[in-house]
């Protein structure tokens, strides 16, 4: 059963070195000065910056939803902001969100600040939102993104063909998926067919 109760009133996570605050508008400008930056959208194969009054609109609506959570990664040394990463697309059926998270751009990278706020948004979907499953997507060449979600559990369960066009070439793009501990030891119930069986 997933606890939506704490999606919508998101709590903020802690980490070592940052803080994971509930995104909202006050969060636009840096979010949207990322979201232009020409490597992260290379990264994230995002071919237009995104629709100003359309962002605008979600940053102020994204709090109070019980369909997705997004933090804010702020650094807490000096309280900068470092990125974003959220669960959408809650299956609430199949007890599933998709795992989403960029850093505000590469100066950032590689200090293992977007790891960090990975694990603690891992254990707080598992363990506390109940999810059974997280899944995410990532393009094949992404291997610094690809290395992080490997550390905080993912494993990759598929590949996507040439997903992506960008710059005339084609790329693939991987599958990841981390389940709740244990799940793959359960045993399987034997059916019921109905059907009698004699002596
Ligand atoms: C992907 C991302 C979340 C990873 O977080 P991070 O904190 O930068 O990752 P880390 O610093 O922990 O690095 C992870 C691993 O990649 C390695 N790495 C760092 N830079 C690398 C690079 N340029 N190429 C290959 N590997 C690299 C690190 O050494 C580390 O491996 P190790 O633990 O074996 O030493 C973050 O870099 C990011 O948001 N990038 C921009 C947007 C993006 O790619 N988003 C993901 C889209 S699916």
């Given at each position: 059963?997933?606890?939506?109760?704490?999606?919508?009133?998101?709590?903020?996570?802690?980490?070592?070195?940052?803080?994971?605050?509930?995104?909202?508008?006050?969060?636009?400008?840096?979010?949207r000065r990322a979201a232009s930056d020409p490597e992260?959208?290379?990264?994230?194969?995002?071919?237009?910056?995104?629709?100003?009054?359309?962002?605008?609109?979600?940053?102020?609506?994204?709090?109070?939803?019980?369909?997705?959570?997004?933090?804010?990664?702020?650094?807490?040394?000096?309280?900068?902001?470092?990125?974003?990463?959220?669960?959408?697309?809650?299956?609430?059926?199949?007890?599933?969100?998709?795992?989403?998270?960029?850093?505000?751009?590469?100066?950032?990278?590689?200090?293992?600040?977007?790891?960090?706020?990975?694990?603690?948004?891992?254990?707080?979907?598992?363990?506390?939102?109940?999810?059974?499953?997280?899944?995410?997507?990532?393009?094949?060449?992404?291997?610094?993104?690809?290395?992080?979600?490997?550390?905080?559990?993912?494993?990759?369960?598929?590949?996507?063909?040439?997903?992506?066009?960008?710059?005339?070439?084609?790329?693939?793009?991987?599958?990841?998926?981390?389940?709740?501990?244990?799940?793959?030891?359960?045993?399987?119930?034997?059916?019921?067919?109905?059907?009698?069986?004699?002596?």
């Open positions: 059963m997933i606890r939506s109760e704490f999606l919508a009133k998101q709590p903020p996570l802690k980490t070592p070195r940052t803080q994971l605050v509930p995104i909202g508008p006050r969060f636009g400008p840096q979010v992260i959208r290379r990264l994230t194969g995002a071919h237009r910056t995104p629709d100003q009054d359309q962002l605008r609109q979600r940053l102020e609506t994204v709090a109070g939803r019980d369909d997705q959570a997004e933090w804010a990664i702020v650094r807490g040394q000096d309280a900068s902001y470092l990125g974003r990463v959220a669960l959408d697309d809650l299956d609430r059926a199949n007890e599933s969100m998709t795992y989403k998270i960029s850093l505000r751009g590469t100066d950032v990278a590689g200090q293992g600040y977007g790891t960090e706020a990975g694990e603690a948004v891992i254990n707080f979907g598992l363990g506390i939102l109940g999810l059974h499953r997280i899944q995410l997507a990532v393009y094949a060449f992404n291997e610094r993104a690809i290395k992080s979600f490997s550390k905080i559990g993912f494993e990759t369960e598929g590949v996507l063909r040439h997903a992506l066009l960008w710059d005339g070439r084609w790329y693939d793009q991987l599958i990841m998926s981390v389940l709740t501990p244990g799940a793959l030891d359960q045993v399987a119930e034997p059916k019921q067919t109905g059907v009698q069986q004699d002596g």
